[in-house]
């Protein structure tokens, strides 16, 4: 059962506001900064997987890219546009199931991919899936960015992805970083959940 509909519609939506504080947001900034040094915007097409409202959608577009962002929820991708229009700026906002980006349109070529913690809460079976379908997407020098969990048992919440998950989920790339994320702005009975960056580009 897909729990996120739910959640939305009662407002209990952490992962949105533990990214937008210190130092979770500056270590993100710090992510896209690397990916950004020694070019020039534009900087080509930035695909926000599971982008919920759009705040990081909206900040690669303040940055440069070209941003579409996909989320399953309604709820979410109609207050991520509204968050776009607001700001001033054109992200490509769908709503559909990122193991299924191909079916519902999105196009070819992306230079960057951003997960902040939706692939981690999947089956390892759709982990792969979306491996695929991202490989089917990514530009010959993109690079994909992944916040999980390390992998536990936690009810409802996200079961997470160690490295050898993430690995498997997404054959023919290779992780050149695996960051410890600061988990500072998560609720205090998540801050346990010992997060990593992982930075993929094809091997």
Not at 12 to 35: C, K
Not at 51 to 64: D, N, Q
Not at 152 to 171: Q, T
Not at 179 to 185: E, I, K, L, V
Request: proline fraction near 7%.
């Amino acid at each position: 059962m897909n729990i996120y509909p739910w959640l939305y519609r009662l407002g209990i939506t952490p992962w949105e506001e533990a990214s937008s504080y210190p130092p979770a947001a500056d270590h993100i900034n710090a992510l896209f900064d690397r990916e950004q040094e020694g070019r020039t915007p534009p900087f080509g097409r930035a695909l926000d997987l599971g982008c919920g409202r759009g705040s990081w959608s909206v900040e690669l577009a303040r940055r440069g890219w070209t941003v579409t962002g996909v989320d399953l929820v309604s709820r979410a991708v109609r207050a991520a546009r509204a968050r776009a229009r607001e700001a001033g700026f054109d992200v490509d906002f769908v709503r559909a199931d990122i193991t299924r980006l191909r079916a519902a349109g999105v196009e070819p070529a992306f230079r960057l991919f951003w997960d902040f913690g939706t692939i981690h809460g999947l089956t390892q079976a759709q982990r792969r899936t979306v491996g695929r379908e991202v490989s089917a997407l990514a530009a010959d020098d993109a690079t994909i960015l992944i916040m999980a969990w390390s992998p536990g048992r936690r009810g409802p919440l996200p079961r997470g992805a160690g490295r050898a998950d993430l690995e498997d989920a997404f054959a023919g790339w290779a992780i050149t970083d695996a960051d410890p994320f600061d988990a500072t702005g998560l609720p205090p009975r998540l801050r346990k959940v010992n997060p990593h960056i992982y930075r993929f580009r094809r091997a």
